[in-house]
């Protein structure tokens, strides 16, 4: 076969026994440079269009040699017929523009017939292999060998179906033509059926793959060839599904009629093929049924008036014929679902599809989806024809010209028939989904609930597997069909929420569904996923204190709960926006809609009377729910025991978050305050709990085993500290709390009361957690309550206890390992590091009043403690950050300056002490910054110089300005150090405005010569804030726009020459970009005196805006936006328009192709929306003068990308309107298309 004309049978044999020998050094050669180079060859082979023809005609000559297998084994591995059929499958995604429209009907057929030798072959197996003792484990043998190449080659028959779509307007058709369902139940036609099943699945699930780079045009008209064949699917999957039951049946009876326990090898694998057949069909249905609902409206027939929606076409999903066949579906899944041998017969057929459970889960899932789209799509559609009706009824006997001429005006009887045929198929839509609901729901506390039961209790570990009597063959195989039942009570309840929110306190199926729903919700503590016991009494304490910590189990809990916590979720969201709507109902005496009036949004809540009291109702019924599952969350929160051993996984904070969430989901129902006390009263009947089990401690519990009850006592505390700290967080009126703050306050006072640090490291663990968990609650407690100068003292006294608590030498630590001494230091660090962080947000948030002397003066003296003591260089920061704020707050003057002058003093005697120790300069500069930034700036805002601003300007100027300009000078080679003592500079000047011009000419001119010998990019930045402050004043603008023109010079020149990997300047291009940016906002004058430098920098943004890193690639656009500004007519920016607008003009049409090249490297998403922005400033400045750029830029994109001209076109026409809103549609479906073609090339 010639796919493509240019190659010749005998090259194609030649490269074929290339393409062997390489396929043989990748998975043969013990030469690991060799298989390197084989598999580069490779790639780059099956990207080439020879690959075409030579892997064709490869297949077609390993097909011809299956008769006799010896040969063929020697010349094909298995390997290398998977790679030959993959490389047809990735060509056909990728290259498919390399083949002429000739060779297209011949490639199908080819690929078609591949399949079926593959097929046959699976068939001839038994017999060829007739000495086994088993045929069908003969043919599974064969059927396994081929099993990846044929999925590789039906994928690619599904992506040839996408394609060719416009010219094969029928798939499935042929594919039943190729592969007939056959009527035998024979081993053969398990294989057969099988492959038919995957063919159908795979040209269903490729159909909406955007990795398959087809045109888009043409993937609409697939989607509509496979809606117009997907009764001909029903139909084969219903024959499949009557002969699968039969066959079982069949099974069954032959079963029945031997002796017990006689049952054959060949019995249990006909079984299990069965099954799997099963599971086939199935997962068939599920992929299908999107294609079974009614058309949806486009945006353009939506807002036709000449073109009105018709009736509902016979391949609509209610059709009485489609929906008796979906019931038999649901009914075959509900079955399977119910049935206890499912899993055990589906294991055994070792299956790589999945279990049948999972299958029938899936598929009943999206039936009710597709059900309730359908239904939802027919009431779109008669909301739509009422409206169109309206319209037409207003302009009836008016302009006719409102249609366009070759269209006649709709009658008033076609609407009329239009609008009651929708609503006669919502009716019958409406009714069916019911149907559905109340069957599943049905089942669900029927025969469903004996299931899921079964599954809630966890199996014995010395259960015989497969006992009689057994549910389940072990807890793992329990554990799955929980996982699989979890999900389908969950979202079947989703769907039955409306329902829900109306009926659950009277209807008792309803009430049993939560009923159900809240045992899942348990499952993770009453089945012992996770062993975190509320309390251990002391006798359970003292004969268990050397038991093996539990295994991990959050994992197989997050799998249970996922989907169920989900449903809380959704429901309380609903409950929520349903008593809203109640709520102003009431409020406006409105409970029933008006008259005529519908609703405009489905999800709209209106009540009468009746239903308005009914809802009030199930809302009170559904607060007990949500009371009982935040219960039941606050005793799953209690940290487990191994946190002893400091082995909390990641699963385990997933699975504690989702718990928190489920405490915000209770929250929403029940209010933020009545949640809060819940969380309240937990803690204080913890705390008492654990007060009477100290007394009796005290005299009843071994000493050896009170710090396992310590630790006990801690696990359950943090657990509850946790809950409250987030429920606090959402409390948004806090009066009515505080009368209960008592337990709280007394709790914390427990736990961090305590300054020292248990010795024996598994029990430190558990004192870390509890006491962040106790600064958590005091940071929410305290944002409420600082207006008590009281209360904020003792908070800040309980942190500072926390600060200056020392840890136990290493000598006197149980287990001093030099390993154990580090995780001490680990978490007590991480300890501080909270504690710290608290104080600087309560010190922030604290307001002038309640802030005594005697409170900044202690304050004062634990940043000059931390620095003595040496403590973590952030735990000081904050510290200094909160103290700065404090300071900030002082109305005094004199007041001020002294704690100034205290918390400065450290650091300047610090930098006039060290003269070459980068690390401890740059230190001291950081703390310098963050008094200046934190302590004087706030105090200095004020428009006219007060007595404060000009002590304050005055110890900048003498105190200050000399020690940092000297360090400028010193280590002006030292990009760290200049960093910082200009950000100090920064906040010096913002302080002292105008009072520091006298200084402002030594500076520039330090700036200058320092970056003339060594650029660093804070000199960049540095004259963005010089402008910003001082370039109105026009003595300082030739000055300033020299320090730009020399800075951006150097700059981007240093860019330029970093081209090929402008990420390694990432800091440059951000600096540079973003000084240009200010500048041309701040200084328009100044740029528009240097057109030099503005053209050299839209030069070198062909080459910036590919940096990746985000900062520097929002200013790179920033800039080549405001660029784009100056040349719009109709709203120039002067003075830049006319100085500097030609010159954006004559390098914009390269930077707009630059920016398509740009999506052909994969950019990160946010480097797709600047291009996006880019390319929509682009189209609205220039209108019509931007087609041209635009159509050069998409021309520049490889064929792989945009396979057609049309598609150009599409994109072109949305690209060039971005009043349309199809801009960021465009440039996201080019993006991707982009990256698959870069990730592949990149491979």
């Not at 660090?829 to 309640?850: G, P």
């Amino acid at each position: 076969m010639a796919l493509l004309g240019g190659v010749e049978e005998a090259s194609g044999g030649d490269h074929g026994e290339l393409v062997l020998r390489m396929l043989q050094t990748l998975y043969s050669s013990s030469d690991s440079h060799a298989r390197r180079q084989a598999d580069v060859w490779l790639r780059q082979w099956q990207k080439s269009a020879e690959a075409w023809e030579i892997a064709m005609e490869m297949l077609v000559r390993y097909s011809q040699l299956l008769s006799a297998p010896g040969s063929a084994s020697e010349l094909f591995s298995d390997e290398a017929v998977y790679f030959l059929c993959q490389t047809l499958r990735t060509k056909t995604m990728f290259d498919f523009h390399q083949l002429p429209l000739t060779s297209h009907e011949a490639l199908c057929s080819q690929v078609l017939r591949l399949l079926q030798v593959f097929a046959t072959d699976a068939e001839r197996a038994p017999c060829a292999d007739a000495a086994a003792s088993s045929a069908s484990s003969a043919s599974a043998a064969v059927s396994r060998r081929h099993r990846a190449a044929s999925t590789q080659l039906s994928l690619c028959l599904a992506d040839l179906a996408l394609q060719t779509a416009d010219h094969w307007l029928n798939p499935v058709q042929v594919i039943l033509q190729a592969f007939p369902p056959a009527r035998e139940a024979t081993a053969a036609s398990f294989q057969a059926q099988s492959l038919l099943l995957l063919l159908l699945r795979h040209l269903a699930e490729e159909s909406t793959s955007r990795r398959v780079m087809a045109d888009e045009t043409v993937r609409q008209r697939h989607l509509v060839n496979l809606t117009k064949s997907a009764s001909t699917v029903m139909q084969t999957l219903l024959q499949l599904r009557d002969r699968v039951r039969e066959r079982r049946r069949a099974l069954e009876e032959e079963d029945r009629a031997r002796v017990a326990g006689s049952q054959t090898p060949e019995a249990v694998a006909a079984l299990a093929a069965n099954n799997a057949l099963l599971r086939s069909v199935l997962s068939c249905w599920r992929v299908w049924l999107t294609f079974l609902q009614p058309a949806e409206e486009t945006q353009e027939t939506a807002s036709r008036a000449d073109a009105p929606t018709p009736p509902p076409a016979e391949t609509d999903l209610l059709g009485q014929q489609h929906q008796s066949s979906l019931a038999l579906v649901f009914s075959d899944c509900v079955e399977v679902l119910a049935c206890q041998e499912t899993s055990a017969a589906g294991g055994a057929g070792g299956s790589e599809e999945e279990d049948p459970n999972e299958a029938a889960a899936n598929c009943i899932l999206r039936l009710l989806k597709s059900v309730t789209s359908s239904r939802q799509t027919l009431r779109s559609r008669c909301l739509r024809l009422e409206q169109e009706r309206s319209r037409f009824r207003q302009g009836a006997g008016g302009d006719e010209g409102a249609f366009p001429s070759s269209f006649s005006p709709p009658s008033a009887a076609y609407y009329a028939q239009a609008l009651g045929d929708s609503e006669a198929a919502l009716k019958k839509a409406e009714a069916f989904e019911q149907q559905l609901l109340q069957e599943i729901l049905t089942h669900c506390v029927g025969s469903l609930r004996v299931r899921l039961l079964a599954a809630l209790q966890r199996q014995a570990d010395d259960a015989q597997p497969g006992a009689a009597g057994a549910a389940f063959r072990d807890d793992y195989e329990a554990l799955q069909t929980l996982t699989t039942l979890s999900r389908l009570y969950a979202g079947v309840a989703v769907f039955l929420i409306p329902v829900i929110l109306r009926r659950s306190h009277k209807d008792p199926q309803l009430q049993e569904l939560i009923h159900l729903l809240m045992r899942i919700s348990e499952a993770p503590r009453t089945r012992g996923l996770v062993a975190h016991a509320l309390g251990e009494s002391l006798q359970s304490l003292a004969q268990h204190a050397d038991d093996d910590l539990e295994e991990e189990g959050e994992e197989d809990a997050l799998l249970v709960i996922e989907e169920s916590m989900r449903f809380w979720m959704k429901l309380a969201e609903a409950a929520s926006r349903t008593a809203a709507a109640l709520g102003a109902c009431a409020d406006s005496g409105l409970v029933s809609k008006p008259a005529g009036r519908k609703a405009d949004k489905e999800d709209t809540p209106r009540f009468d009377g009746e239903q308005a009291e009914e809802t009030r109702q199930s809302l009170d019924a559904l607060k007990e729910v949500y009371s009982h599952l935040l219960r039941e969350c606050l005793r799953q929160l209690v940290m487990p025991k191994r946190v002893a051993s400091a082995s909390l996984s990641g699963d385990y904070d997933v699975y504690r978050r989702a718990l928190l969430d489920c405490l915000e989901d209770c929250a929403l129902v029940l209010s933020p305050e009545r949640a809060a006390l819940f969380a309240v009263e937990h803690l204080h009947q913890t705390r008492q709990r654990q007060e009477e089990e100290s007394r009796a401690a005290a005299t009843g519990l071994p000493a050896a085993l009170q710090p396992k009850l310590q630790q006990s006592h801690e696990r359950l505390l943090e657990g509850a500290l946790v809950a409250l700290a987030k429920l606090l967080s959402l409390v948004g009126d806090f009066a009515s709390l505080k009368a209960h703050m008592q337990a709280p306050v007394g709790a914390i006072s427990v736990v961090l009361g305590v300054e020292g640090f248990p010795h024996a490291l598994e029990l430190l663990h558990t004192t870390i957690y509890a006491r962040l968990a106790a600064i958590d609650v005091l940071k929410q407690l305290f944002q409420h309550l600082l207006d008590d100068p009281g209360a904020l003292q003792h908070a800040l006294q309980m942190l500072v206890r926390q600060l200056l608590a020392a840890q136990p030498a290493r000598d006197e630590a149980a287990g001093g390992s030099a390993r154990d001494s580090e995780e001490r230091q680990t978490m007590i660090q991480s300890l501080h590091l909270h504690a710290a962080r608290a104080v600087c947000q309560l010190c922030t948030a604290a307001t002038a009043n309640v802030i005594a002397s005697p409170t900044v003066n202690e304050l004062v003296s634990l940043t000059k403690a931390l620095a003595n003591a040496k403590a973590d260089e952030d735990v000081q920061m904050f510290v200094l950050e909160g103290v700065s704020a404090v300071a900030s707050k002082i109305t005094d003057t004199a007041a001020f300056l002294s704690v100034l002058e205290a918390l400065c003093e450290p650091s300047i005697g610090g930098l006039q002490q060290t003269e070459s120790d980068e690390h401890a300069i740059c230190w001291q500069l950081d703390c310098l910054a963050v008094i200046l930034r934190d302590a004087v700036c706030p105090g200095t805002a004020a428009a006219e110089p007060s007595e404060r601003h000009l002590r304050v300007a005055t110890f900048l100027t003498s105190s200050l300005w000399p020690l940092l300009s000297a360090q400028l000078d010193h280590h002006a080679a030292q990009q760290r150090i200049v960093e910082k003592s200009l950000r100090c500079l920064k906040h010096a000047v913002r302080c002292a405005g105008d009072l520091f011009k006298p200084q402002l000419p030594g500076l520039l001119t330090l700036l200058q010569k320092n970056a003339q010998s060594r650029l660093h990019c804070t000199y960049l930045y540095a004259a963005e804030w010089l402008a910003m402050q001082f370039a109105k004043d026009e003595q300082y603008q030739q000055v300033l726009m020299h320090l730009f023109q020399q800075l951006s010079r150097q700059a981007l020149q240093a860019i330029q020459e970093q081209a090929g990997n402008v990420d390694a300047c990432s800091d440059l291009v951000e600096d540079c970009y973003g000084m240009i940016n200010r500048y041309i906002r701040h200084c328009p004058l100044l740029v528009s005196l240097s057109p030099d430098t503005v053209q050299q920098a839209l030069v070198v943004a062909r080459s910036a805006m590919y940096v990746q890193q985000r900062e520097a690639a929002q200013v790179v656009f920033i800039f080549l936006d405001s660029c784009a500004f100056f040349c719009d007519e109709h709203r120039p920016v002067e003075p830049l328009s006319n100085a500097v607008g030609s010159l954006a003009l004559e390098h914009l049409p390269a930077l707009v192709e630059e920016a398509f090249r740009l999506l052909m490297e994969a950019p990160p998403s946010y480097v797709v929306a600047l291009v996006e922005g880019f390319i929509t400033t682009v189209a609205q400045v220039f209108g019509n003068r931007s087609v041209q750029w635009l159509a050069r830029g998409l021309s520049g994109l490889p064929p792989s990308v945009l396979p057609s001209e049309a598609m150009k076109t599409q994109l072109l026409a949305k690209l060039s309107r971005p009043e349309t809103g199809g801009v960021c549609e465009a440039v996201e479906d080019l993006a991707y298309r982009c990256e698959q073609v870069c990730l592949r090339n990149r491979a």
